[in-house]
């Protein structure tokens, strides 16, 4: 029997994709990210293209994305509350632009000075944070997929240990969830076992210090 949510939901996509025209790049596979070709590492990145007369949506991070995050959310925690201070309700000083004898319009914002013991705790959640990333944690992430139909696209995050480089890779990527949502293939097919842990993170610190200094990247 037809599941009457998800098929009203795959008719909205289809109107959508038929309304909503947008221009897809080499191989069907459009992307709102700068391709650096010259990163050692890669984390994230969302991909659209189209299947079906519907648009289709990949979100995907890199397993060590997830561990990253699992290190801010340990060194948030280690580091405890940001202390409260007077400017946290006070949005600053509000810069106005006469429009005539009498109106005006908001033209900017200028927020309030931190305080030395905010600035204090955020350089000791960075100093934390560091630290973690040097030691690592114990920590596993494993290869995931989950699929919706919403009433626009295909939504699919994807979390596979893959590099996304270069435009090709991206269209790689979207074949490989082209089969996976048509069943021809599964994660545990393409990626057996696999789990990121400690020592995949270890492994890969000399990558992260080059991307650092080359970029000033987070990672």
């Known amino acids: 029997m037809k599941n009457t949510y998800q098929e009203n939901m795959r008719r909205l996509a289809r109107q959508y994709h038929r309304h909503q025209p947008f221009p ?38 890199h397993p060590r994305m997830k561990y990253a995050d699992a290190i801010d959310e340990l060194a948030w925690n280690e580091a405890g509350k940001p202390p409260r201070g007077a400017h946290d309700f006070d949005f600053g000083k509000t810069s106005w632009k006469p429009l005539g004898r009498s109106s005006k319009r908001i033209v900017a914002y200028q927020s309030p000075p931190i305080g030395s013991a905010r600035t204090a705790y955020y350089e000791k959640l960075r100093g934390i944070n560091a630290r973690l990333r040097a030691e690592s944690i114990e920590y596993v992430v494993s290869t995931s997929m989950t699929a919706a139909q919403t009433n626009w696209c ?66």
């Open 24 to 61: 897809f790049g080499r191989g069907g596979v459009s992307t709102r990210h700068e391709y650096e070709p010259q990163r050692q590492l890669t984390w994230w990145h969302d991909l659209e293209f189209v299947m079906n007369n519907r648009r289709g949506m990949v979100w995907w991070i």
């Open 154 to 219: 295909t939504g699919v995050d994807l979390c596979i240990p893959i590099e996304i480089r270069r435009h090709e890779d991206a269209v790689a990527l979207v074949e490989l969830t082209r089969k996976l949502l048509k069943q021809k293939t599964t994660i545990d097919g393409g990626f057996p076992n696999n789990r990121f842990v400690r020592m995949e993170w270890i492994a890969k610190s000399a990558e992260r210090e080059i991307d650092s200094k080359t970029r000033g990247s987070a990672s």
